[in-house]
């Protein structure tokens, strides 16, 4: 397994979701969906892929970024890189100049997700095994020894950690043999975009329910008569016992936020998502505590930098649901250590996928997740969204409102080379034609 990694390029891809209003929230009203897209080569052939999500303008900014860490990973082989994985993940973040651009939070995290997403798809390709499975597959302190546990040992041990695995490896097999026949749950967003019209909202719903999806998450936070009106246009259409959730984007202060989702209380939602600022750790726990009498959890994580704020949202009880996301986060190295402390701190994992490539990431994790840690499906379940899902040379595979787990070696984030060239910015055909509408 020398695989001597010989280069690492980068492209800017962006797909025109906004012409149709996908994705569109409160805060975030024209995304177009977007990645930074990393590519490894290696000297006996074998490749990586690898991305960072991000919504258009600036996906240039974390391609430079991308750039500034390649001279870290090229000349390493991938027995050197996985043989210490802890180490090279810091030498990624904790580069003596580069880290003053976090530390591990904002851009050069995006872009070190993306590096690093790409390396552990070449770990699986090398093996043979889809990355679920790759994980799976090892044993606890092989798992324990690619995540850097500095910052939250006064949260989770090493030795918790391990013992949180082993204890988990009784019926493991069991597990693994009910998600190939079963699949992992899943809800849609793709039902409620802010800014789709009612007729569309509606038939969208009618075909999803018809497909079997009994959790659906509606978009909130822009005008409270207008979420009142939908909430309830939904709550109408999908029936009393399945599961309706909100999201905000991160749109409200803190007491606003209260009031206004104690105005959409009688629609019974699970949780409400990123109901104010993802930096406002307090003011989480502030909402969380409010609104336990109404039956509403929070939930957070799709912006949230680093294990480090995860520790703290933990600790301060201020989420009832963690949302992980896999380029956020530092991929899976960092995902796995709140995984961790998400089981000891006893609150379920729900992960974050609205955008290019992230359910085709995140089911590896989530998968992870039941079979090795938390083995509870209670109050879980990972996001969905139908979008571009064509573009990959493995999408997913959902049946009947479940993912079910990929079979192909690899992270399922290869794009397709025609997809890539034809959505490159500036110079791909896509972006060209619309340059000259």
């Not at 890189?81 to 993940?89: A, H, K, L, Q, T």
């Not at 018809?210 to 008569?225: E, I, M, P």
């Amino acid at each position: 397994m020398l695989h001597t990694i010989i280069s690492l390029t980068v492209r800017d891809v962006r797909f025109p979701t906004s012409l149709e209003q996908h994705g569109s929230d409160a805060m975030h009203t024209d995304p177009d969906y977007s990645a930074a897209y990393v590519v490894i080569d290696t000297d006996c052939g074998l490749k990586g892929f690898g991305l960072t999500f991000t919504l258009g303008k600036g996906t240039e900014i974390v391609v430079c970024a991308v750039e500034a860490l390649a001279g870290l990973v090229v000349g390493k082989s991938l027995q050197e890189i996985v043989s210490d994985f802890r180490g090279f993940y810091r030498l990624l973040t904790s580069d003596g100049q580069m880290r003053w651009l976090g530390p591990e939070k904002g851009v050069i995290h995006l872009a070190t997700a993306a590096v690093l997403n790409a390396v552990w798809d070449l770990w699986a390709r090398a093996e043979g095994k889809p990355l679920w499975k790759l994980l799976v597959d090892m044993n606890p302190k092989q798992v324990i020894s690619c995540i850097d546990f500095r910052y939250i040992t006064d949260a989770l041990t090493e030795e918790e950690a391990l013992d949180i695995l082993v204890k988990a490896q009784e019926d493991k097999q069991h597990r693994e043999e009910e998600m190939l026949k079963e699949g992992y749950p899943a809800y849609t967003t793709s039902c409620a975009w802010l800014n789709y019209p009612d007729q569309q909202l509606q038939q969208l719903c009618t075909d999803a329910l018809k497909s079997g999806w009994t959790k659906f998450k509606v978009k909130v936070g822009a005008d409270l008569q207008d979420d009142i009106r939908r909430c309830r246009l939904i709550r109408k259409m999908i029936g009393p016992e399945n599961t309706l959730m909100i999201d905000a984007n991160q749109r409200w202060d803190v007491a606003e936020a209260i009031s206004w989702v104690s105005s959409l209380a009688e629609f019974k939602p699970l949780w409400i998502e990123e109901p104010t600022s993802p930096d406002d750790i307090l003011g989480h726990a502030a909402i969380s505590k409010a609104l336990a009498p109404l039956g509403i959890g929070v939930a957070t994580g799709e912006q949230c930098h680093n294990r480090v704020m995860f520790k703290q949202f933990l600790q301060a009880s201020a989420l009832q649901f963690v949302q992980i996301d896999c380029c956020r986060l530092g991929s899976v190295n960092e995902n796995l250590a709140v995984l961790l402390m998400a089981h000891k701190f006893q609150v379920p994992v729900c992960p974050h996928a609205g955008g290019i490539g992230l359910c085709e990431l995140v089911q590896h994790l989530i998968l992870f997740d039941y079979i090795c840690v938390s083995a509870s499906l209670s109050n879980r379940m990972c996001e969905y969204v139908d979008h571009l899902h064509e573009h990959f040379t493995s999408p997913v595979v959902i049946h009947d409102a479940r993912y079910m787990p990929p079979k192909d070696a690899g992270y399922s984030c290869e794009m397709l080379e025609s997809s890539v060239q034809r959505h490159q910015y500036p110079e791909g055909d896509v972006w060209k034609q619309l340059k000259n509408k």
